[in-house]
């Protein structure tokens, strides 16, 4: 029997393009429902980039009504101070949905890679295909979508392996 189908969130953080994608799950199946990027000009301060990152999560979240979100750990080692601005959108994007209510889980990229494409060290190109492969129909205009969709998908088959296991233990 099929469950009520829950709207899932995938975010990809990133300071200049944070990637969104919107998948809903019946536990069975897959479907998309909306994709997009979230994007601030290079040339504005940051306090208004972050501004204008969570306004622009806070909409989306309106418009669209998740039920849960999922946001990719992100790994910056070549700049110190490039990681500390994504550490910093990182957390607008961790704070968004969580202010709006939402479970918010936490995947790495190599967790979000095995999930989809069952190689923790796919390509981006790899991660692309099978996203299309997964949600017949999508499009994505930018790669960060493209990786919040595999996001989202991450955290479909995680809360259902969840779910399984939670239906099959057995207290002594």
Request: net charge positive.
């Amino acid at each position: 029997m099929a469950r009520a189908p829950i709207r899932i969130l995938g975010l990809d953080p990133g300071l200049q393009h944070t990637g969104w994608g919107l998948i809903e799950h019946d536990g069975f199946r897959l479907r998309f429902l909306a994709e997009g990027v979230v994007s601030t000009a290079a040339a504005e301060d940051l306090p208004d980039r972050l501004l204008a990152l969570h306004r622009g999560l806070a909409a989306v979240i309106e418009q669209h009504a998740p039920q849960e979100a999922a946001v990719e750990n992100t790994y910056v080692a070549r700049n110190p101070d490039s990681a500390l601005k994504l550490g910093q959108a990182r957390g607008v994007v961790l704070l968004a949905p969580a202010l709006a209510g939402l479970a918010v889980a936490q995947y790495g990229a190599m967790e979000v890679k095995r999930a989809v494409v069952g190689n923790g060290h796919a390509g981006k190109e790899q991660v692309q295909a099978m996203v299309k492969h997964l949600l017949p129909g999508v499009t994505f205009r930018r790669a960060d979508a493209a990786d919040a969709l595999a996001v989202a998908i991450c955290h479909a088959h995680h809360r259902q392996s969840r779910a399984a296991l939670a239906r099959g233990y057995q207290p002594a």
